[in-house]
């Protein structure tokens, strides 16, 4: 077996320091006298170590998944071990939580999975048959070539195919075989492409955001699945009492979208300042937010409270009474071309969740909406220098446009940022224009005033985010700001995304 020294050897800064026999503790030791470029050195380098090794072990993992598959029985590789399934062998072997031993399953099973390469694809007339022709491979292989040359991790790969799912089912009633296989080739390279989009946005966003991003593009590709998935979640919405062993009472809920997106909206009116929430506020709503951050109650009994509140108020509660002046409410986007057009699927503005486009439809009936109109590059107004805060309007387009803070690896929604004018009002007098403002939540707001971070735009380019010293660090010296999300319009298929678009907020 390897020694600790051996292993540090692979990791290029650290193991230059270490003499033959070093322990763990000598390491620790050492790393404490480093520079502090010296350490993020060596965390980069235990990262691309530990890909490698991530590599071989959900290999590993996938011919255990396939050697314990149900036909084998007990004669199956993890039967055989004790283990009921190739996921708790891997669990019980590497000491990973459940979640990560089946994450590593997954994975690995799909590098060995070619049931969808070649199947229902009849041979043309004039070409070879199926037998002689190369099988084609699953609309996935992007995603396993990512993996493989590092571009992806385990965890970014599972988060993209979980999110993009299955290729839509083709009622084989309707069409005959060519067509079918047709169909089904046009998806798979549709499925394949937006893989290969994911892949280029994965080392600009969170996992979750990947996830996110990959179930929209997903919905966009096949809007009845989309809607059929929505009306499915919506059927599964539940609540239920039961008491525990103590007696306490409990409950159980599970959410549809819809209630989904409003539960969380509403905890976000009351809990905002808690949870880091804008501090550009009137004086009452100072007070109330000071008021709160000072409750001695935890966040999850304030959350109780809360729920209670609105339960007893019922239909007509006090809006301002339980929620202050930001009133709970679920707003959604959908994007409309310049021809009239919407897009077949909407996402909410916070933590765009995306959901079918009869949504909105139904939303708007209820509340109404806002028309912002925004071109490629999300630059809607200009109100020049009468404004020293950006209005309503533009907050709205910025949401739309920005979809969170917009810091890199940052997951805060719209409605806990605040807009940051790149040009400063006073030093650089700087516009109130939506071109020359960017959401960031407090917390990374206050870090880039205090901290001397800078952000800049050539015109209408890239944001680009400055380190304060323009050394290397966790970060780059330089570091261009990925959206929170992409436009609605993803960028697949024959048309170009549309210049001009006017979202529908609802």
Not at 37 to 55: C, F, M, P, R, S
Not at 98 to 112: I, S
Request: a negative charge.
């Amino acid at each position: 077996m390897a020694t600790f020294t051996d292993v540090a050897t692979l990791i290029p800064t650290l193991g230059g320091q270490l003499v033959d026999g070093a322990d763990a503790d000598l390491a620790q030791a050492s790393m404490m006298l480093m520079t502090d470029a010296d350490i993020v050195k060596v965390l980069e380098e235990t990262a691309v170590l530990a890909k490698e090794v991530e590599q071989i072990q959900v290999a590993a993992a996938g011919v255990i998944a396939v050697r314990s598959k149900r036909e084998r029985g007990h004669s199956g590789l993890s039967a055989s071990r004790g283990h009921r399934s190739a996921a708790a062998f891997v669990q019980d072997v590497t000491g990973s939580t459940k979640a990560d031993a089946n994450r590593k399953v997954r994975v690995g099973e799909a590098l060995f999975d070619d049931s969808e390469s070649d199947a229902g694809s009849p041979a043309p007339d004039d070409g070879p048959t199926r037998e002689e022709r190369p099988a084609p491979g699953p609309w996935y292989q992007p995603l396993r070539d990512a993996l493989g040359d590092g571009r992806l991790t385990a965890t970014q790969f599972d988060a993209i195919r979980r999110g993009l799912g299955e290729l839509p089912e083709i009622d084989v009633d309707e069409v005959d075989a060519d067509t079918r296989a047709q169909a089904k080739e046009e998806a798979r390279a549709a499925w394949a492409q937006a893989a290969e989009q994911l892949i280029d946005e994965a080392a600009e966003r969170t996992v979750e955001e990947l996830w996110q991003q990959a179930r929209t593009i997903r919905d966009l590709l096949d809007p009845e699945g989309a809607e059929k998935r929505f009306l499915e979640r919506f059927e599964k919405r539940s609540f239920r009492t039961y008491r525990g062993q103590d007696g306490q009472k409990r409950a159980s809920l599970v959410l549809d979208d819809d209630g989904d997106l409003f539960l969380e909206t509403m905890m976000a009116a009351a809990l905002r300042p808690r949870r880091g929430g804008p501090r550009f506020v009137d004086s009452d709503e100072k007070e109330r937010a000071a008021s709160l951050i000072d409750d001695p109650r935890t966040n999850d009994q304030l959350a109780y409270d809360l729920i209670m509140d609105v339960l007893r108020a019922g239909a007509l509660a006090d809006a301002e009474s339980v929620f202050g002046t930001r009133q709970a409410g679920v707003r959604l986007v959908q994007v409309v071309d310049a021809h009239g057009n919407t897009a077949p699927v909407t996402h909410s503005e916070d933590h765009l969740v995306s959901m079918p486009g009869a949504a909105a439809a139904q939303r708007m009936c209820e509340s109404g909406f806002v028309p912002v109109t925004l071109d490629s590059c999300g630059n809607p107004l200009d109100v020049g220098r009468e404004q020293r805060l950006f209005i309503p309007k533009q907050r709205i387009a910025l949401a739309i446009r920005d979809g969170g803070c917009r810091w890199h690896g940052c997951d805060r929604p719209a409605s806990y940022c605040e807009a940051h004018h790149i040009d400063e009002w006073d030093r650089d007098r700087g516009r109130t224009d939506i071109d020359r403002g960017i959401l960031l939540c407090r917390y990374h707001h206050m870090t880039l005033h205090h901290g001397g971070w800078r952000i800049t735009r050539d015109g209408t380019g890239d944001f680009v985010l400055h380190h304060p010293s323009g050394d290397e660090f966790v970060l780059k010296p330089r570091v261009v700001l990925a959206y929170t999300h992409a436009q609605v319009w993803p960028g697949l298929g024959d048309d170009p995304p549309p210049r001009r678009f006017r979202p529908a907020v609802a």
